[in-house]
């Protein structure tokens, strides 16, 4: 019989690796390597603003799908644990940058980050409690 650790599953290691993807790009545009790849996919899904929008949408949602059900229920967690994390990286990220001459701080980047991290968690929600009721 096969125990999963309460705090880690194989999940994570998807978050883990789309948190790393969006480390590698800001660190890309930070020490301007390879950062024209990464200016040119903000140009064609439509902008900073909308690449922001879609990674903090597809991590939020990761990480609460990835989240280990036992936290989920826990009525003291309004958000899982991972969530916060993430939360507190997204903000620290953007905060750092304005440490970089070749970068600019962006409330807005911030912002839409927060939501967007927020706003994915909340799909992925109210997805469950869809199946859970369907079911």
Known sequence: MQTSHPVFNRRVLLVLLLVMVGACASLAKTLNIGADLVLNTELALGGD?????????????????ATPKQYLFIPFYKFPPLLYLMLCLVVIDEVSQAFFPQRQFSVEDMVIN???????????RCWFKFRQNSL
């Open 49 to 65: 603003l909308v690449l922001h929008g879609l990674v903090a949408i597809t991590l939020g949602y990761a990480t609460y799908w």
């Open 114 to 124: 927060v939501i967007g991290l927020l706003f994915g968690a909340f799909c992925c």
